[in-house]
């Protein structure tokens, strides 16, 4: 069983920089798939960036591709989206998700867990 649980969101203006935290709590975190996802009012949830069980391995969606940045740390349990350049379209709750199959870090199946999000809105 792994819980989640998200931090860093809040009010930034329109290129302006974000971190967000996801701090995991389960033994076998080191070995999980780890990925952001949003969801903007009136969307569907999508795919932000994935890391792989190592760090190894990253993948973003094209939307954030160069502005976005995931990573993880295995000894204090916890993994990072900083995001820069930010947008208005970039509006959303995102959440941190995690995967048993480390393999999934481009999350393309569901993944087992989730936290509760993050609230980012961005201004003009």
């Known amino acids: 069983q792994v819980q989640l649980v998200e931090s860093g969101g809040g009010l930034v203006q329109a290129g302006g920089s974000l971190r967000l935290s996801c701090a995991a709590s389960g033994r076998t975190f080191t070995w999980y798939a780890m990925g952001w996802f949003r969801q903007a009012p009136g969307k569907e949830r999508e795919f932000v960036a994935g890391?792989?069980?190592?760090?190894?391995?990253?993948y973003y969606a094209d939307s954030v591709k160069g502005r976005f940045t995931i990573s993880r740390d295995n000894a204090k349990y916890t993994v990072s989206l900083q995001m820069n350049s930010l947008k208005l379209e970039d509006a959303a709750v995102y959440y941190c998700?995690?995967?048993?199959?480390?393999?999934?870090?481009?999350?393309?199946?569901?993944?087992?867990?989730w936290g509760k999000g993050t609230l980012v809105t961005v201004s003009s």
């Open positions: 998700a995690a995967d048993s199959d480390y393999t999934n870090y481009k999350g393309s199946h569901g993944m087992d867990y």
């Open positions: 890391i792989s069980w190592s760090g190894g391995n990253t």
